[in-house]
């Protein structure tokens, strides 16, 4: 769902602004990509501290206390913080603190939910009014409403991009096969893929690239397993 989309894209990007932390550990680069980060991306929060918790640098649009954060909205304070080490090579590692602005995602959810209620609300006027003109109009309204059920559940349960199973799904599955397997006595297999330098597609062909190399994948896996197994996109 969105959240899970949220952490996943949150985490991603605090991985990457450590790494490039990492290549220059100077204070006045630190502050350079900490003031870009919070101009050009979704963070409202991002400072450095070194091993004694003294802070060595600091740029942020809001005045929140830095929480760690594993769930989405878990403190309540509108703002997702991620905590993340600098390795140096010369000395103690530095830790990175970032947080990223869950509003937005809380907007998305809101406006989701008001479409169901509308499209719900839309669904009891119809019925009402179909109770005057016949059950061969029900009957359509039913199956309009159950395509439309369906398309909103597989969009929450599936990767918009990939067409594959999403995490909530593919959590559902792997604790589906877990009890089997015990019930049964059958081993469970579960294998971890990883795109080597997909970044670096990316960043020199660009997004539409990417893309369409994470499509093909997900496609040709699709092609080798059985349909009793399933592959994700985490």
């Known amino acids: 769902g969105y959240k899970n989309q949220f952490i996943d894209q949150a985490r991603s990007s605090a991985y990457l602004l450590s790494i490039l932390a990492e290549k220059d550990l100077r204070p006045e680069a630190l502050q350079t990509l ?38 989405f909205g878990q403190h309540g304070d ?21 947080g990223f602005d869950e509003t937005p995602t809380l907007e998305q959810i809101n406006l989701a939910y008001w479409r169901v209620f509308y499209l719900a609300a839309g669904y009891i006027s119809f019925v009402m009014f179909l109770v005057f003109f016949g059950a061969r109009a029900l009957k359509m309204m039913n199956k309009e409403l159950a395509l439309q059920t369906g398309a909103l559940e597989h969009q929450a349960t599936h ?51 990417g893309d369409a190399i994470l ?20």
Do not use: C, W
């Open 34 to 71: 900490a003031d870009d980060t919070l101009l050009n991306d979704d963070a409202v929060f991002m400072d450095v501290i070194d091993n004694s918790n003294k802070i060595v640098i600091a740029s942020t649009a809001v005045n929140r206390e830095f929480r760690e954060d594993f769930f």
């Open 215 to 234: 499509y093909q994948v997900a496609t040709r896996l699709q092609g080798t397993v059985r349909e009793v197994d399933t592959v994700a996109r985490l």
């Open 159 to 209: 990767d918009t991009l990939s067409g594959l199973p999403n995490r909530v799904l593919f959590n559902d599955r792997l604790h589906q096969a877990i009890l089997a397997a015990r019930r049964e006595g059958t081993p469970v297999s579960l294998f971890v893929l990883d795109l080597d330098r997909f970044k670096e597609v990316n960043d020199t062909l660009g997004h539409q690239a």
């Open 78 to 98: 509108s703002t997702y913080f991620v905590l993340l080490p600098i390795h140096s090579s010369v000395g103690d590692d530095n830790m990175l603190r970032i």
